[in-house]
């Protein structure tokens, strides 16, 4: 059954009118919070966006406004060492985590605890999207939320019930991600274009927004330049100083 439902995953773009409960959010957060966690730091926060002037200065800000005006309940899924710096403080010792392993240990416990966040909302029915436009104004978005050192946010994650279900979307195939022993870059060579093949068929032939575009070409055209170029300043202005 869980599976089954992990398989079935689509991000859901266009939600029903419904906001989830107090109830509901804290049972999924709840459900969330027991994904692993490095040392037991638990570096994460989630920020509950309600407030309807937010929400659209959120969207406005990640260029993301359908979803985070639309949805049912919308969360920016954070790094935080501000908690543990109280922690330590509260037994006479200065905290460091301005170091890369901090950074590490912080984004891991994020996207491990949203990720159990986003299996639980969908075994309950619901629909999710990762927002991975926060990190256009990074820190415009910390300032929104009265994010304080230690703390910036890593993605949006919004969730809601959808008003319809997209198809999911082909992966690599197994083979071209699980390696044995050593791993084998030469594979690539005859899995790739099949896979080019099997994404332009899915593009072509999906229910809305068809398409004619590779995998390997939709790559080529993201990671033949840099993005994002100021995270680097931002992250080190917050405490993160890759020491």
Not at 126 to 148: F, T
Request: charged share 25%.
């Amino acid at each position: 059954m869980v599976l089954k439902l992990m398989k079935s995953h689509a991000s859901v773009r266009d939600y029903k009118e419904e906001q989830l409960t107090r109830h509901e959010v804290e049972e999924l957060i709840g459900a969330a919070q027991h994904a692993a966690t490095s040392h037991f730091v638990q570096a994460y926060s989630v920020v509950w966006v309600t407030d309807p002037e937010k929400r659209r200065k959120l969207g406005e800000l990640s260029k993301n406004a359908k979803q985070m005006e639309g949805a049912g309940a919308v969360f920016l899924m954070c790094a935080d060492y501000n908690r543990l710096k109280h922690a330590v403080e509260m037994n006479g010792e200065e905290i460091v985590f301005d170091q890369a392993e901090n950074l590490l240990v912080a984004v891991t416990d994020v996207a491990l605890m949203a990720q159990n966040l986003a299996l639980a909302a969908e075994s309950k029915g619901y629909g999710i999207c990762y927002i991975g436009g926060v990190r256009n104004n990074m820190e415009a978005i910390a300032e929104l939320v009265d994010l304080p050192e230690g703390v910036f946010p890593v993605y949006g994650l919004t969730v809601g019930v959808p008003n319809e279900r997209n198809e999911v979307k082909p992966r690599l195939p197994v083979e071209a991600i699980l390696h044995e022993n050593n791993y084998d870059e030469k594979k690539y060579e005859e899995i790739l274009p099949a896979y080019d093949k099997t994404i332009q068929e899915y593009y072509s032939s999906r229910g809305s927004n068809q398409k004619s575009a590779t995998w390997s070409q939709q790559m080529a055209n993201f990671l033949n330049k840099p993005h994002r170029k100021d995270i680097r300043e931002i992250l080190a202005a917050r405490g993160y100083k890759f020491k």
